[in-house]
């Protein structure tokens, strides 16, 4: 079992609906989760952190985290043909940030 | 707005060569991580520094990959010999501690021919 797993996508969604990108973990220990967006060719850019149960928002993402079923996903409202990306999803668990494979998201106009 | 300084942007080297990635993380951050990423893949850890002791370089190839952050500050990751196998893009990033968001820096894309 991966440590953070992810589906790979594409995760096509069209102009303005609502982009739900899901992430788990295996490690009950894990404290600290993170959303990074990364363009093709770029590094990871940081989007999103949650560290307890809940729903966190930010503009519009929503990261939501649920540690008793080891769960993390991101609520991407309104999306937009610029959030067309690959999105990854990083678990830190003691001193380690281990990071999943990435969803791809594609948004059509 | 800070951020994590990584030179070269591009390199390529023929296999056998050595060659050398530098970082500059943000200014008092005390974490530095080295990652490698395939494409198609997600950022895999080499190495990760807190200050400068080596935290975990459980995933390093020490046979040909070293690195170090002597004065705690910046960081210089080698590869000695490169091989086919070593291309890919090298990504140096910080946060202020352990457990905390991670900032990278625009990576190194390495190709090795």
């Known amino acids: 079992q991966k440590e953070v797993e992810q589906n790979s996508g594409p995760l096509s969604v069209p102009e303005g609906a609502i982009a739900s990108l899901n992430c788990t973990y295996s490690?009950?220990?894990?404290?600290?989760f993170f959303w990074y967006r990364q363009y093709s060719g770029k590094s990871p850019e940081l989007i999103m952190s949650i560290y307890s149960n809940g729903d966190k928002e930010d503009g519009r993402f929503t990261a939501q985290l649920n540690k008793a079923s080891q769960y993390v996903s991101l609520l991407i409202r309104d999306s937009q043909p610029s959030d067309s990306a690959t999105y990854l999803c990083a678990v830190g668990r003691f001193q380690k940030l281990v990071f999943g494979t990435g969803t791809r998201l594609l948004v059509s106009p | 707005e800070a951020e994590v300084a990584q030179s070269p942007r591009y390199k390529i080297t023929e296999k056998s060569q050595a060659v050398a990635f530098w970082c500059d993380p943000i200014s008092g951050h005390a974490t530095l991580y080295w990652y490698r990423q395939i494409l198609g893949q997600g950022p895999e850890l080499l190495v990760q520094?807190?200050?400068?002791?080596?935290?975990?370089d459980s995933q390093l190839p020490k046979d040909r990959f070293s690195a170090e952050r002597l004065k705690g500050v910046d960081s210089t990751l080698k590869i000695q010999p490169a091989e086919l196998g070593d291309s890919a893009m090298y990504l140096c990033a910080s946060s202020p501690e352990v457990g905390t968001e991670a900032f990278f820096g625009q990576g190194t894309r390495l190709t090795v021919v």
């Open positions: 520094f807190q200050d400068e002791s080596v935290v975990d």
């Open positions: 490690d009950r220990g894990s404290q600290s």
